[in-house]
Every structure is written in C-alpha cells, then in structure tokens.
C-alpha cells in the first residue's frame, strides 16, 4: 500500500506594508475548536400554544368522581412547571436518542405522555401529565391532560418523569417494576 503524502500546511508570514493583518487573538477555543473565531448570533423564536384538557378541568373545578376536591391545580399553579419544563425535556431530547416526548403527525398510535413533577419543600409535590405535539419547525402545543399533588404518584410502564427541585431536574424512566435513572440537568 502506497504511503499518502501529508498535506501541505499554510505558514503565516509576517506581514508587511499593505498586507491585510488577521488578529490571531480572535481565535480561541469553542466547543469544537481550540483555534475558532466567533462571527456571529442568531436567534429561533418558538411558539408553544398552550391548553388544557376537559378532563383536567373537571378536575380542577370538580374534584375527584367522589366530590373530594383537587386542591392547588389551577391554572397559576400549572403554567410555570410547563414553562420550565420545555427547556429540560429538549436538553434531554437532543442528548439521549432514546428520549422522545413530541408527538408528531399522523396520528394513530397512543400520544406519547410525560409526567412532569414538581417537588417543594413545604407543599405536597405536583404531577401534570402532559403531551406535546409539533405542528412545524417553530411551532408546537402542550396539552395538559391531568394534575394533581400526591408524593407517591405512579407513574405507567415505559412512561418518563421529570422531576424538578428548583432549577434541577431529574429523568427517569418506568422499566417493568422499578424506575430507572436516566439523567439530570441544572438550568442556569
């Protein structure tokens, strides 16, 4: 086998009268380069159309099928969970292949749900089920189909929880009988 020849590597001269200068100190190290130049920014705006689902308004409104009622899952209790949640399921997303909570069109299979629970120090931790769907490249909905403050709310076989403790979160996923760790992430 024939040994390739090395490629030729470009040498900065010094420059001289009239020559075009390059600051090498724009160069510096980023996630895929120890010697890249920043050149600019841009910015995605994302639409996430927000709704609730009758059965989680019966819920809020009415309580259990029993008369008991469903305290502290209003509206204002719900909003922020969501809001924070859509940061951290993309991070999960985007890192673990596995992980997948939009749906996408057509449908015809079970919607893929997510169990979002928000645990507190001095209230009872507050579960949303929720499902997301794409509609286009920058728009996407969220529905939230129950809520309800229990500790020991169970979760279903395959279904993934996030767990939120202030700005950190926790993935984990129901395997046969046991919940399964699958990552966490601190939002700044």
């Known amino acids: 086998m024939e040994e390739k020849s090395r490629r030729k590597r470009v040498h900065i001269k010094p420059a001289s009268k009239?020559?075009?200068?390059?600051?090498?100190?724009e160069y510096k190290e980023?996630?895929?380069s120890s010697n890249a130049k920043h050149v600019g920014s841009h910015s995605e705006k994302i639409i996430i159309n927000f709704w609730v689902d009758k059965h989680y308004s019966d819920r809020d409104q009415h309580g259990e099928d029993d008369g008991t009622k469903r305290e502290d899952i209003g509206l204002l209790h719900i909003q922020p969970l969501i809001q924070k949640a859509l940061p951290h399921l993309l991070y999960y997303s985007l890192k673990h292949k596995s992980f997948h909570f939009i749906n996408h069109p057509p449908p015809g299979h079970r919607a893929l749900r997510v169990v979002l629970k928000d645990q507190f120090n001095n209230e009872t931790t507050l579960n949303i089920i929720a499902e997301y769907?794409?509609?286009?490249?920058n728009i996407y909905e969220v529905t939230v189909v129950t809520a309800m403050r229990k500790e020991d709310f169970t979760i279903s076989v395959g279904q993934y929880e996030l767990i939120f403790d202030k700005n950190q979160s926790t993935l984990n996923l129901k395997n046969g009988n046991n919940i399964m760790f699958i990552d966490q992430f601190e939002a700044s």
């Open 133 to 137: 769907h794409f509609f286009d490249t």
């Open 18 to 25: 009239g020559d075009i200068v390059i600051d090498i100190e």
């Open 30 to 32: 980023n996630c895929s």
